[in-house]
C-alpha cells in the first residue's frame, strides 16, 4: 500500500512525540515544585478569585490547560530563585560545619 509511512517515518513521529511528552513533564515537576513552594500563596489567591459570572482574561479557553510563555517564564524564574536560595542556604550551612570542624580538630 502506497499511503503507509515506513518505520523511519513513524519512528521519527514518535520520538517526536516522546520528545514533546518529555518537556511537558518537565514543565508540570517544575510548576508542580513551584507550587508547593507557594502553598499559602496558591490558597490566598484561590480565596480571592472571583466566583461566578467573572470575565475571562484575554484569550478565554482556547488552550485551556497550556502555559503562555510568559507564565513558563515566570515559573522558571520562580523555581530558579528558589533554588538559587536553597544553594546559598546549603552553602551557609557548609561553612558552619566546616568551622566547627576546624574548630573541634584543633
Not at 508542580?32 to 478565554?60: R, T
Request: no cysteine; proline share 4%.
Amino acid at each position: 500500500m502506497p499511503d503507509e509511512p515506513d518505520d523511519d517515518d513513524i519512528r521519527a513521529q514518535l520520538e517526536a512525540v516522546q520528545a514533546e511528552i518529555d518537556g511537558l513533564d518537565l514543565e508540570n515537576q517544575i510548576f508542580e515544585a513551584v507550587l508547593q513552594k507557594n502553598a499559602a500563596l496558591v490558597s490566598q489567591l484561590k480565596a480571592d478569585k472571583p466566583h461566578g459570572g467573572a470575565k475571562k482574561g484575554k484569550g478565554g479557553d482556547a488552550h485551556a490547560g497550556q502555559l503562555t510563555p510568559a507564565q513558563k517564564s515566570e515559573i522558571g524564574a520562580a523555581h530558579l530563585e528558589m533554588k538559587k536560595k536553597e544553594m546559598e542556604d546549603s552553602r551557609k550551612a557548609s561553612e558552619k560545619l566546616v568551622d566547627t570542624l576546624r574548630a573541634v580538630r584543633f
